[in-house]
Every structure is written in C-alpha cells, then in structure tokens.
C-alpha cells in the first residue's frame, strides 16, 4: 500500500502568521469538503481563492470548509455517514459524544460548502425552517447527503500558529451535487474553479491543502486506503493513520 509522502517543507514557519506570545491556543473543530468532478478526461476538484483581508491564509487556494457551529450538532440530513466512514470519525476518546461530532464535522463540510461556493451537497426536500447559518441552506429546498461523503484525512494546525483549527478532511463526486450551477448570492470565497490535480498544484496552496490534494489522488486510485492524521508532538510532525 502506497501511503503519502510528506514534503520536506510542510507547515514550515514561513507558510502563515506565527503566534508571538502566550500558551498554544486550543484547536476548534472544523470540517473540509473536497468535490470530485469525473465528467471530464482528467479529475476536477472544486477549490476556491480566500479574499486577502482574511487574517487566516489570505490570496490562499483552499478547498470550501470551516468551523464547526453549534447548530451543526442538530441539523437534519436526507441522509447518515456510511458506516465505515462514521467509525473512522469517531476515533476521538477525548470527545465525551464522538459519534455526535463525527455527524457534526460532516454537516459543517456541506455548510460551510454552500456557504463559501454556494453548491449544494443534497437532496431534495420540502424547504423548511432552520436556525443561525442553517436557514439559508434549508430555505433552498434540499437537505444534507450525507452518505456521499468519505473521510479522506485529518490534521491539526501547529502549536505556533495564531489559529489552529482540528480539521477533517471530506471527499464527495460532483454526482452528488444538486446542480453545478451555483445558487445565488451565495459565496464567500473571492473565486473558485474546478481545476485537476495540476493545476491544483501550481495554485498558490497552504502546505496541508497540498498534501490533501496529493492524498485525493492516491485515493482515487486506491478508494480502501487509510486516512492520514497530521499533527504535531513535541515540536516535531507526527504521521499516523486513520
């Protein structure tokens, strides 16, 4: 089984803004959604360019994601995380409910996808009403699929850096989209594209959105293979598997 060599260069100082004072900040829980498209003679991922004045990663080219909302716990879905994706999630003993936040992380994906790109990862459904940042999305008609999702990689941003986010990364096909046509007035990222994995990597890319774009490769061709899990112990990456 091949596995995903890591870049010399990964998560290097310079790659983004380094706490200067004070204890290592807690990581927030947050969720990645990496859209596959194959209708065309090369793989497509859908990535989008974050705005410059954003404090985290600006000009940077990232997959749609964010942090988890307390709404995420609870909000409907057309459809459950397939088993074997769920059992992998729920490898977190530090959570008291990790099946709970294994369905959380994987609606704040499809949120926060809409939220930034304004595709829908869904079904159809009766529109109806939802709280905080759910509204929008259940005001479209649709709700949640969640059983297109695979879990493709988990990382935790570096003790040194001024955000640090425990973020798992989801893979779903471009089947499983609503529509390819975006909804309107929706969107927070400056510009997104569909791009392969070339193009991909000439993208100015954080260093995990490169080992991720890497990793879905690999998986294309390999869909058992397990998930990497990123991290940092003691000053030093730390590699282990999912």
């Given at each position: 089984?091949s ?8 998560d ?16 927030k829980?947050?969720?990645?959604l ?21 404090a ?39 959570h ?15 949120r926060?996808?809409?939220?930034e ?17 759910w ?31 425990d ?41 995990i ?16 293979r ?17």
């Open positions: 089984m596995l995903p060599p890591i870049d010399a260069k990964f290097t100082i310079n790659d983004g803004a380094v706490r200067e004072t004070g204890a290592a900040l807690k990581p829980h947050a969720a990645t990496i859209i596959v498209r194959t209708d065309g003679p090369r793989p497509r991922l859908l990535m989008g360019r974050r705005n410059h004045g954003h985290f990663m600006p000009d940077k080219w990232v997959f749609p994601g964010g942090r988890v909302d307390r709404t995420d716990y609870d909000a409907p879905s057309a459809s459950e995380l397939a088993p074997e994706v769920a059992v992998r999630l729920e490898q977190d003993p530090r008291p409910k990790p099946a709970r936040l294994a369905r959380a992380l994987a609606l704040a994906a499809v926060e996808t809409f939220e790109t304004g595709l829908l990862l869904a079904k159809d459904a009766p529109e109806r009403p939802g709280a905080g940042p509204r929008p999305f259940l005001a479209q008609g649709a709700l949640p699929d969640l059983a297109s999702l695979t879990f493709v990689a988990r990382a935790i941003t570096p003790p040194y850096r001024p955000r640090r986010f973020a798992r990364f989801f893979m779903a096909p471009g089947e499983a989209l609503l529509s390819l046509d975006r909804r309107p007035d929706c969107g927070e990222l400056d510009e997104i594209a569909w791009v392969d994995f070339g193009e991909a990597m000439a993208l100015d890319l954080p260093n959105t490169r080992f991720v774009v890497h990793e879905v490769g690999q998986r294309l061709a390999e869909a058992g397990p998930a990497p899990f990123m991290r940092f112990l003691n000053g030093k990456r730390h590699l282990t598997h999912l």
